[in-house]
């Protein structure tokens, strides 16, 4: 159960910001943000599921563009040998190739970002929807953009909000944002308002593991990483 929050400039010559929080079981192997796909993506850097081969988040400096995927719950069984990963999606996404009418994987929400803008794709295995996202900061998880029934997008989204990024910052642009991650933090990690997660009480094995930030703009695609020393545990990571 990830958490993207995005702030779209009201300006288009102005950059798209993201803060991303990866959760995910501990014991699937993944690779730290790299070139991973030198052969078949090359230019595109992202952070890659050992397991499958694609990506979590995966940017293209060539195209401009960034994508993250977040799991959704299916509305319908899909049998597995049916499906491929949604972390092929990422990866056709920052090549400019949007979503099938039936993807056939499991349900996702597929943030996509160019300088100025961004979308959300969303997948229930029943229906794809997209939506442009108004200029603004947006919260994002397992359901639908800025639901307010989703209990750490009606407690936080203000207060990232109330700590967007200046558009003109450079550098360390992401350091209010953090500020406010670290506040949320303080909840314990199987609360439901929580975005440092540990999943594990609610039957899941997904816990919270790295945090990714992204400027998206005229002038090009900066990314930046840092992994939690401990899975759902909070410390203030090191991006670069």
């Known amino acids: 159960m990830c958490t993207v929050i995005i702030h779209v400039p009201h300006r288009a010559d102005a950059p798209t910001r993201v803060l991303a929080v990866r959760d995910e079981d501990p014991s699937r192997t993944w690779d730290p943000l790299g070139p991973w796909w030198p052969d078949t993506h090359p230019g595109v850097v992202g952070v890659r599921d050992s397991r499958a081969g694609g990506a979590w988040l995966a940017a293209d400096a060539a195209t401009g563009r ?19 990963s949604r972390g092929g999606v990422v990866l056709d996404a920052v ?6 009418e039936n993807p056939r994987t499991h349900g996702f929400n597929l ?11 969303m997948w229930d295995g029943a229906a ?6 108004a200029p603004g900061t947006h919260m994002i998880a397992h359901d639908d953009v800025d639901d307010a029934h989703t209990p750490r997008i009606a407690t936080w989204r203000t207060a990232f909000a109330d700590h967007e990024p200046d558009a003109a910052a450079s550098g360390s642009w992401w350091q209010p944002w953090l500020d406010t991650l670290e506040r949320s933090a303080h909840l314990d990690p199987a ?13 899941y094995p997904t ?21 939690f020393d401990r899975p759902g545990v909070w410390n203030r990571p090191t991006l670069a």
């Open 66 to 84: 960034l994508a993250v995927i977040l799991n959704r719950a299916d509305v319908e069984g899909l049998a597995p040998e049916d499906l491929r």
């Open 95 to 100: 090549e400019g190739s949007v979503p099938e």
């Open 111 to 121: 943030v996509e970002v160019t300088a100025g803008a961004a979308r959300v794709t």
């Open 128 to 133: 794809l929807r997209t939506t442009d996202l």
């Open 191 to 203: 609360d439901d308002r929580a975005i440092v997660r540990d999943n594990r009480a609610h039957g």
């Open 207 to 227: 816990l919270s593991l790295l945090v990714c930030v992204a400027s998206v703009g005229v002038d090009g695609v900066e990314v930046q990483y840092g992994a």
